[in-house]
């Protein structure tokens, strides 16, 4: 279930260089700039760099050890903690993100999410999309996990209680059966 963030980061990631290379396209229209995302009010290439960038990331981070990912999480906390921009956040809210890592912690990624996003909109309108997305994410895969864990209760309780009425049927068949005397 976890690994299901890191896919669709992935997903993106392998999009995120279709979106940059989408900057070409205004040129072809006469937009001037050369950039499809100035043609959308709020965007601009840094936005769609800064998330080409992030995924990028993103792709490093996978090939990252246990030790790796490990000071590349205290680095990146001292850096939001120095600057707290949008890119050193959204970088600590991907390590925050990462499956099986000693410092997952989903409802922290969220908080530093809402943060980003309740804020005033001085990043680039790419990457609040992107933070929006990305919380979209994270909390449907709290609500999958949630769901998942309580079918594993259910199913837990489910078993106890095949092996209660296992247990109650031995002892009617072991009761039934004649006793042997022993032999001495």
Not at 147 to 170: H, M, T, Y
Request: net charge negative; proline share 5%; with cysteine.
């Amino acid at each position: 279930m976890r690994h299901s963030v890191v896919g669709l980061l992935l997903l993106a990631a392998v999009c995120g260089p279709l979106i940059g290379g989408c900057s070409a396209i205004g040129g072809l229209y006469g937009h001037g700039t050369g950039s499809a995302w100035a043609a959308i009010p709020g965007t601009s290439d840094r936005g769609a760099d800064s998330v080409a960038e992030l995924l990028a990331y993103v792709e490093e981070l996978q090939q990252m050890s246990p030790q790796q990912l490990d000071v590349e999480f205290h680095s990146a906390k001292e850096r939001f903690v120095r600057t707290p921009d949008g890119s050193s956040r959204l970088r600590l809210v991907v390590l925050l993100t990462l499956p099986d890592a000693p410092f997952h912690d989903d409802d922290r990624a969220i908080g530093l999410l809402n943060g980003y996003l309740d804020a005033p909109a001085g990043e680039p309108a790419a990457m609040r999309n992107f933070a929006a997305f990305l919380r979209r994410m994270i909390k449907r895969h709290q609500a999958e996990a949630a769901n998942l864990s309580a079918e594993q209760q259910r199913s837990d309780l489910l078993q106890r209680k095949i092996d209660e009425i296992k247990s109650i049927e031995k002892s009617i068949n072991d009761r039934g059966k004649p006793s042997v005397p022993e032999l001495k």
